[in-house]
């Protein structure tokens, strides 16, 4: 049997429009519009296609989007100086660095400069810390959209095998933070995880981030699993996910495809996170 595709885009599209609801809500109850600023450093033609996107998205659901761009020599005082501001800005709800800077700059530094309660990324240490703790935090947007995914394809995590293929990070060890926090059992793997395929097969839920064009085969995945591919790789043919679909759709019980899967909820999720920190930011002011 054919294995359920689990559309992204739908879903995403269905976070959206929650979002937007509560953004209107939460602005009627306050008097204050959740805002999203965004910096982009030099003129990277695909950043600044992604940071376009994230503020029309942004306006959409009534976030206000602030558009900051500097040039590609900006010193590292000036975007340290810009970051000091928008931290400081009660306008702001959530803080973007777009990644990645220019060579001359240090894109891990100035992210963790960023205040943890405005990190709609969710990627600062203290974000990190939170998220390993199991406390109140902002989380990394990809990894929380796949747990939103899994939750619509009413995939039950507690007590099933989760097996987490990437480690970086931005995406590969947040997801099996988010993973135990729903009580499954993971495994995290990497370019030196002995008879990988194997590993592999025993998951329950798969879920794949490595960046290498339709690398898991249909021998790789048990019978009946769930299949999440993160990847994103162009090829000849297309555009390709690290899975390979066609072959693992048919062992499968559901799978995202690529395009069409995780892609679309990293930025619905962003706009849900700018919305959790303006509450969050509102609960922290004095009556």
Known sequence: MAATIIDGKAIAARVREDVARDVEAFTARTG???GLATILVGEDPASAIYVGGKQKASREVGIEPFDHRLPA????DEVEGLIERLNADPAVNGILCQLPVPDHLDGVHLTGLIDAGKDVDGLTPLSAGLLALGREGLRPCTPAGVMVLLEEAGVQLRGKEAVVVGRSNLFGKPMA???LAA???VTTCHSR???LPGV???A?????AVGRDRMVKRDWVKPGAVVIDVGMNRSDDGLHGDVDFAEVAEVASAITPVPGGVGPMTIAMLLRNTLQAAEMAHREVPA
Do not use: E, N
């Open 73 to 76: 020599d900006a010193s590292s």
């Open 183 to 185: 009580d499954a059992t």
């Open 204 to 208: 329950d839920v798969l879920i794949v």
């Open 32 to 34: 204050h519009r959740p």
């Open 200 to 202: 592999c097969r025993r």
């Open 177 to 179: 933070q988010l993973l």
């Open 193 to 195: 995880t002995a008879d």
